[in-house]
């Protein structure tokens, strides 16, 4: 299996080709300073400079389920069933924090480096009963990583995967499995501690079939994209819950499997990955970015006071639009920037 980095310029082009001889790569994150790759195997992690040397090779001796950068960059977190380990990058072990009766999923570490928010599964009552005929319960879980005590632990109904944090560490994007919808989850500050309060429920126009985990969007992640598997991608606005966009799948042209937004571009600009093992780029001209942004403040501002959701696209981002042409484009203002292709792609990360 092997990773490929590719640089955006211009054109696409593969920068470096990161071997690796065994294991499948089911993850791949960037350092904070985008100088360091990590890349996620079934039981270890490698760690990759930016030239495409192999600093580390880290054996954890057991499945690790995720990966996700400490704040500066100076280590990270594995999750690896009830635990959470926290490991420089040499593969010293730093910390770890328990979780009783619990398997998580996922991760996210706000920017102080104080707290993380966790997604997992109930594997038993406090009592010590597992369950036999219902299913599991599934939390999303506010921990303290300095005083290593659980804050605030929420019941969810769903599958759920993967969450992020906006940059601002006020608000959580929670990923579920299958057909179950992606949600934001707000931290609120309650003295010492924080509460999470769901916010919103990003409902689609029709039933999908979610790929991989859903992201913030735009310059101040004021957008929440997702990514359906038959190939349709879904833009809201984070404030409002408004669908801005709705791309078909005749447009993409193909099964997705991961959706990730380029937060070090000055435009408009994401990823899709695809079962071919292509990765397609998907952009607009800096005047078009900023009419989308400028949308998603209009959007927030005509909604009701109690920002309920509305799944109807306002009506210059109807993205019913298709064309026949050999060039595909997302709408008469949107289209797709030039592919690259890599190997192919994983829901758990951006590629794989």
Sequence with gaps: MVS?????????TSHRILAHPQGFVGQVAWSPSGHLLLTKLGRGVKVWTEDGVCRRTIDRRRNVQSITWMPGGEAFLSVEGSDVTKLDLNG????????????????????????MVCVGTLTASADGYHPSKCRAEKQIIAYNMVKQEIENRVPVLHEVRDITLARNDQVALVSYENKAPPQLWKLDPVKDSVRLSLRHTY??????????PSYFGGRNDQLVLCAGKAGDIHIWDRESGTLLHHIRAQTVGGDLTCIAWNHAWDTFMFATGSHDGGVRIWTTPAHISGSIESSAASSRSSTNPANTPRTMSPAPYD?????????????????????????PQNASGVSS
């Design 92 to 115: 010293t072990v730093l910390a770890t924090y328990h979780f009783d009766r619990m398997v998580l999923h996922d991760v996210a570490v706000t920017q102080d480096g104080v707290r």
């Design 319 to 343: 993205a019913d639009y298709r064309t026949d042409s050999p060039t595909v484009q997302l709408s008469p203002e949107l289209r797709e920037g030039p592919s690259a292709t890599t190997a």
């Design 203 to 212: 409902m689609p126009k029709v039933t999908v079939d979610f790929a991989g």
């Design 4 to 12: 490929v980095p590719t640089r955006v310029q211009e054109t696409f």
